[in-house]
């Protein structure tokens, strides 16, 4: 496993991420209206696994790209990075403020630096790289205001905050995991995750939610969207960003999502602008200069 290489190409991409995971909270609010939750996270796993097989088998389904293999480690990247997560999220959120939820999603960055220091070359845990992720979680936690830490006053709500903070940590580990894997081809990659987690969601939203139903066509148009973009689209952009610069560079995007979900809500939904939208947004690009200086410093030729 070779050192993290940050490139211009690595902070585009994780720019993108964050545009379009930012952008995913506004669509499945519009989605919801139309379709149950754990059907909509099946539906749009299903979509984006059914589109990347087809690309996948059309350039030769090639998986492995080395003579090692991994079965047990793509299964459990598998498993963390979209079917576990994805169903301890709606849970968790009938019984969590949206608040503690951002928070909750935000403090993947925090808990992937430590796991990369012991677990990924090259991933050490400096007190600047430290510092600097901490300031961007409290811009997070500024942005998101007085609900951060709020109470919902759910009988389960002490379960529904472990259920998103575990959400966080399956997102966290299957980062290092998928970091740690055998090379491999990121489309390949991207497609075998994606089946591995309609596998498990299906099922499980049939259990939950009972048969599928059939929606109007303008939710079918924006499930279909969100299993195209911030489903397939972004998962080959996070296998690639996670492969080429590490775990920790890519739990940056955990920083701009919230971001992003504030201005596209108020530009689309009529929604307010929180008065501490400029603090929260100082705070966390500091963050992020602080902990990557050295990939700053290389981007722009000092």
């Not at 961007?136 to 205001?145: A, K, M, N, S, Y």
């Not at 596998?199 to 059939?214: F, K, N, T």
Request: glycine share 10%; with cysteine.
């Amino acid at each position: 496993m070779t050192a993290p290489q940050i490139t211009p190409k690595s902070w585009l991409m994780i720019a993108i991420l964050g545009l379009t995971w930012g952008a995913t909270f506004l669509a499945i609010e519009v989605a919801l209206r139309g379709i149950t939750p754990f059907w909509l996270a099946a539906g749009r796993i299903a979509f984006a696994a059914a589109l990347m097989t087809l690309v996948w088998a059309l350039r030769g389904g090639r998986l492995y790209t080395s003579p090692a293999r991994d079965p047990w480690g793509l299964f459990f990247v598998g498993l963390l990075s979209s079917a576990l997560p994805f169903t301890l999220l709606s849970w968790g959120q009938q019984y969590v403020t949206s608040g503690f939820a951002g928070v909750s999603m935000a403090a993947v960055a925090l808990i992937v630096l430590p796991l990369a220091h012991f677990l990924v070359p090259g991933e050490a845990m400096t007190l600047r790289k430290s510092a600097g992720f901490a300031i961007g979680f409290i811009g997070v936690v500024v942005l998101i205001g007085g609900q951060a830490f709020e109470s919902s006053g759910a009988r389960l709500e002490a379960w529904g905050r472990l259920a998103t903070l575990g959400t966080a940590s399956c997102y966290a580990v299957s980062s290092i995991l998928l970091r740690r894997l055998p090379p491999v081809d990121p489309i390949g990659l991207a497609t075998v995750l994606l089946l591995i987690g309609a596998a498990l969601v299906l099922p499980l939203a049939w259990i939950v939610e009972g048969p599928p139903p059939m929606p109007p066509a303008d939710t079918l148009f924006w499930i279909a969207g969100l299993g195209l973009i911030p489903t397939a689209a972004a998962n080959i952009l996070r296998v690639i960003v996670v492969r080429s610069a590490g775990p920790v560079f890519m739990s940056l995007v955990n920083y701009q999502v919230p971001i992003w979900s504030v201005l596209l809500g108020a530009g689309f939904l009529g929604e307010a602008l929180p008065a501490s939208l400029l603090w929260a947004m100082v705070l966390i690009l500091a963050g992020v200069a602080l902990s990557q200086w050295g990939a700053l410093r290389r981007l722009f030729g000092a």
